[in-house]
């Protein structure tokens, strides 16, 4: 088998340090996060001209699957409800040779510490500490395809926040461990419903999602809404 053995530039810096809650794919939702580079690859050289473009493809890997013993060519995606196979190639598992992912996401800013760079973006589908393999710009008159086909960007579920949590959140926020922002974001995630497939007709089954220093229980209710039922500190 022939390797080729990539070098890790960065590691990636998330609210969300597990993988239940990250959104499946990117720009689903605008979580905010930044990538902090090993030396000598952060130096403010290696990205002078990055400011120009709005976009850029990010290559990482997946840094927590399990080792697997032999090559499978057929994955469950979540988005045929987790049970139909597909070929491994005509998805974007996680479950692939290479253990490679690529997303393409926004650039908020550069921010220059110590003479190393921090590159803040947004819209990420990767989880906080995922190792960085190289960034490209997005070029919109190359990779924008027209007419391109594939499934269609999924419909959230409509989310509330109960009273109680709403007066949860109030204390987090003017003790500045959260902010409304984060409130907002945390609705957004909880309305792609990181739940597995298998589990997403689920009624009345309290879930926990982890998003920075905070757990924040959500469950489904008879009409198909999320209910944010609870947060507290870890």
């Not at 050289?45 to 400011?51: K, N, P, Q, S």
């Not at 994955?75 to 049970?83: A, E, I, M």
């Not at 945390?186 to 497939?197: C, H």
């Amino acid at each position: 088998m022939n390797t080729h053995v990539l070098p890790i530039i960065g590691y990636h810096n998330s609210p969300l340090s597990q993988k239940f809650g990250v959104p499946r794919q990117p720009n689903l939702v605008a979580v905010k996060s930044h990538i902090r580079f090993v030396v000598p690859y952060g130096t403010p050289d290696a990205f002078v001209g990055i400011e120009r473009y709005s976009h850029l493809w990010i290559l990482w890997q997946f840094h927590h699957n399990k080792e697997q013993a032999n090559f499978r060519p057929q994955v469950r995606p979540p988005r045929l409800g987790g049970n139909d196979k597909i070929g491994v190639f005509a998805t974007r598992s996680m479950y692939r040779p290479s253990g490679v992912g690529l997303s393409v996401v926004g650039l908020d800013r550069v921010e220059v510490v110590d003479n190393q760079v921090i590159l803040h973006i947004t819209g990420t589908d990767m989880v906080d500490g995922t190792p960085i393999l190289d960034i490209k710009p997005y070029l919109p008159y190359v990779d924008g395809v027209n007419g391109a086909t594939g499934f269609d960007k999924p419909t959230g579920r409509n989310v509330v926040f109960n009273d109680k949590t709403h007066d949860e959140f109030d204390v987090l926020i003017k003790s500045g461990l959260l902010t409304t922002d984060d409130k907002a974001l945390i609705g957004e995630l909880i309305a792609q419903d990181p739940r597995p497939a298998y589990r997403q007709s689920e009624i009345g089954v309290v879930c926990a999602m982890r998003y920075g220093a905070v757990d924040v229980d959500f469950v489904m209710n008879e009409w198909g809404v999320m209910v944010v039922s609870g947060v507290r500190v870890i």
